[in-house]
């Protein structure tokens, strides 16, 4: 298996835009969540999924945030207009069930807006 | 609620020297106890896990971690340490039930010097 795969790795863009970061989870995994990594804030946990169903999203930070699962093996987290306080390291991570076995993170996006 | 608290940012040692990287957690319920690291640039990876049963707990890499129910402690431990276990260290709780998030703490960064 190739792990959770995101992309893309590294994404400077321009205070207003709009930015776009993908995951594909672990195949058969059931559960799908967003975390946000910051110097002064660390991990944050901003949305998860279950079944591609949203079940929790209190932790996006604002409007400007969205994140969607069409298909099991595909998730967005959508961020616009973009400013740089958003940038951070975005992870990806998936687990079966409900998390006992840990979860599988991948490799994560890091989002700079000048 | 739950929450992690990871004593020390950062901690340097001499390589083969032994290390304790120290985690505090706090929730109302019964918990789920992990350690992560992530090596520089890369996501984060499952050490560990404590689910029930013994209090010790062994992983990968040599890193071994105490459950302690009175102290609400889970503290890491290596005898000795290599070079390559230069990483960030993150200590996370899990809540029993149908609470499906992780909490993270800060971080500690080991730093293994030669």
């Known amino acids: 298996d190739a792990g959770v795969i995101q992309s893309p790795r590294h994404e400077v863009t321009e205070m207003g835009q709009e930015v776009t970061l993908r995951c594909k989870p672990i195949s058969g995994h059931d559960y799908l969540f967003w975390y946000r990594q910051t110097m002064m804030r660390g991990l944050e946990l901003l949305i998860y999924?279950?079944?591609?169903?949203?079940?929790?999203d209190s932790g996006m930070p604002e409007d400007r945030f969205s994140a969607k699962m069409p298909n099991a093996s595909f998730s967005t987290l959508k961020i616009q207009p973009s400013e740089p306080r958003d940038s951070a390291v975005y992870f990806c991570?998936?687990?079966?069930?409900?998390?006992?076995?840990?979860?599988?993170f991948g490799s994560g996006t890091r989002l700079t807006v000048v | 609620a739950q929450s992690v608290t990871q004593l020390d940012s950062q901690v340097p040692v001499f390589e083969e020297a032994p290390v304790e990287l120290r985690c505090n957690y706090s929730s109302s319920v019964s918990v789920y106890l992990f350690w992560y690291v992530q090596y520089p640039n890369q996501g984060l990876q499952l050490l560990l896990k404590?689910?029930?049963?013994?209090?010790l707990v062994k992983g990968i890499n040599g890193f071994e971690a105490e459950f302690n129910k009175s102290q609400t402690s889970f503290h890491l431990r290596k005898p000795s340490v290599h070079i390559s276990d230069t990483a960030e260290y993150f200590c996370?709780?899990?809540?029993?039930?149908?609470?499906?998030?992780?909490?993270f703490g800060k971080g500690t960064l080991l730093t293994v010097n030669p």
């Open positions: 404590y689910l029930s049963g013994s209090t």
């Open positions: 996370a709780v899990k809540g029993g039930g149908s609470n499906y998030k992780l909490t």
């Open positions: 999924f279950n079944n591609n169903v949203p079940i929790d």
């Open positions: 991570a998936s687990s079966l069930g409900a998390g006992t076995y840990g979860y599988t």
